[in-house]
């Protein structure tokens, strides 16, 4: 398979300070990737490199064979490389179905099209309702969306993210403050997400890591430590060492807060 997005001795420095160095990155196209580390690892930095938040300080950053290291963030999201929550906001008094409508109508560049009537937004209900039943959302369609729990709200930002019609999403701890059973929601939605286009994702539980990725980029003060398979990563000494604790080699730990990481690794 073909790489879809790559980095060549991707770089930034904080006042001298190495957030990420000399990172080369490889994401497969059609894959789910993970990008994990200990805390101040750099995983938060790369995403906002890789979406052009920041500038890098050196190094290259290729999405679909084009060069975008200098690219403008808004040209990058337009290109596909979307970061989830990057430009759908979630309006919390407007319905679930709006929120995902509207979505739709900013990607197709009507955002000014709120005033219009409804059979002018007719064209959008159709794949609004595909949506909202791809993020099992179907039975709050007609609900503020400021009233929904909190896992079905993060499944509405994944709605109106995929409105946007992303090549590769970019997930940002999407399984933080969830609870088991939200947990296990986000990840069928993850894995129906993923189904034709590409997921990189900074997530904290190793199990979920586990078990949705293809491939694994662990991260330690700003460099690749490793890379491979969950198994291969897991029994790498170095991992072991820096992310996981000592005398845990081939372990798998569940992470669902920070504390538990911090615990790990101290
Ligand atoms: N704007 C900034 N100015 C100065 N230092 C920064 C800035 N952004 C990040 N850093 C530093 O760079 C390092 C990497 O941070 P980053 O947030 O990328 O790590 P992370 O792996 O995402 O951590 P976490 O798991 O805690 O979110 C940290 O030491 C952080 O303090």
């Not at 060069?67 to 040209?75: K, L, Q, S, V, W």
Request: net charge neutral.
């Amino acid at each position: 398979m073909p790489h879809i997005l790559e980095t060549q001795g991707l770089s930034r420095t904080f006042n001298g300070f190495h957030a990420v160095s000399n990172v080369n990155l490889s994401v497969q196209e059609g894959s789910i990737h993970a990008l994990i580390g200990p805390n101040g690892a750099g995983k938060t930095t790369c995403f906002n490199l890789l979406t052009r938040f920041i500038d890098a300080t050196a190094g290259r950053i290729r999405f679909q064979g084009q060069d975008i290291t200098r690219t403008p963030a808004d040209a990058v999201a337009r290109m596909g490389l979307v970061r989830s929550f990057q430009i759908s906001a979630v309006f919390g008094q407007l319905s679930v179905f709006e929120n995902v409508r509207l979505a739709l109508q900013r990607r197709r560049g009507h955002s000014m099209d709120w005033w219009r009537s409804d059979r002018a937004l007719a064209v959008y209900d159709e794949r609004t309702r595909e949506l909202l039943d791809e993020a099992g959302l179907s039975a709050w369609a007609g609900h503020a969306a400021g009233e929904l729990p909190y896992g079905r709200k993060r499944a509405l930002e994944l709605a109106t993210t995929l409105a946007l019609e992303p090549r590769v999403l970019l997930l940002d701890e999407p399984m933080a403050g969830m609870g088991a059973e939200d947990i296990a929601h986000a990840a069928s939605l993850i894995r129906q997400a993923a189904r034709g286009r590409t997921v990189l994702m900074v997530e904290h539980n190793l199990s979920v890591v586990a078990d949705l990725c293809d491939r694994i980029t662990v991260l330690a003060r700003g460099e690749v430590l490793a890379e491979g398979d969950y198994a291969t990563v897991s029994r790498d000494p170095r991992v072991v060492e820096a992310y996981l604790g000592h005398g845990h080699a081939g372990q798998r730990k569940h992470h669902n807060t920070r504390s538990g990481e911090e615990a790990s690794h101290g």
